[in-house]
């Protein structure tokens, strides 16, 4: 069974950066970012092929955000830049058993429990 542990989420003034990172245990493959916000459904962020070698991104995060992956220490990272108040959501970290990366929430098989990032203005 694979678990996700996120951390590195908290408080941050508007322009601020975060890094977020998930911890896997298991084996696991192609990994993504989602978030939700209150009273919105829960979106796309970012997704890592195994390799690393495959990013994608939502338009609302690009030039901002980051993905990055260090497989020997099964961890995946959001490196957030410039953040916004719109950014402001519980971000959750995502893992398929695919290679190949993927923006679609219902490819991911493992969830891991969030982690809160608030954006003041």
């Known amino acids: 069974q694979v678990q996700l542990v996120e951390s590195g989420g908290g408080l941050v003034q508007s322009g601020g950066s975060l890094r977020l990172s998930c911890a896997a245990s298991?084996?696991?493959?192609?990994m993504g970012w989602f978030r939700q916000a209150p009273g919105e459904e829960r979106e796309f962020v970012a997704a890592?092929?195994?390799?690393?070698?495959?990013?994608s991104y939502a338009e609302s995060v690009k030039g901002r955000f980051t993905i990055s992956r260090d497989n020997a220490k099964n961890t995946v990272y959001l490196q957030m830049n410039s953040l916004k108040s719109e950014d402001t959501a519980v971000y959750y970290c995502?893992?398929?058993?695919?290679?190949?990366?993927?923006?679609?929430?219902?490819?991911?098989?493992?969830w891991g429990q969030g982690t809160q990032v608030t954006v003041s203005s």
């Open positions: 995502a893992a398929r058993t695919y290679t190949a990366n993927s923006n679609r929430e219902n490819e991911y098989r493992y």
């Open positions: 890592i092929s195994w390799s690393g070698g495959m990013t």
């Open positions: 298991g084996r696991i493959s192609s």
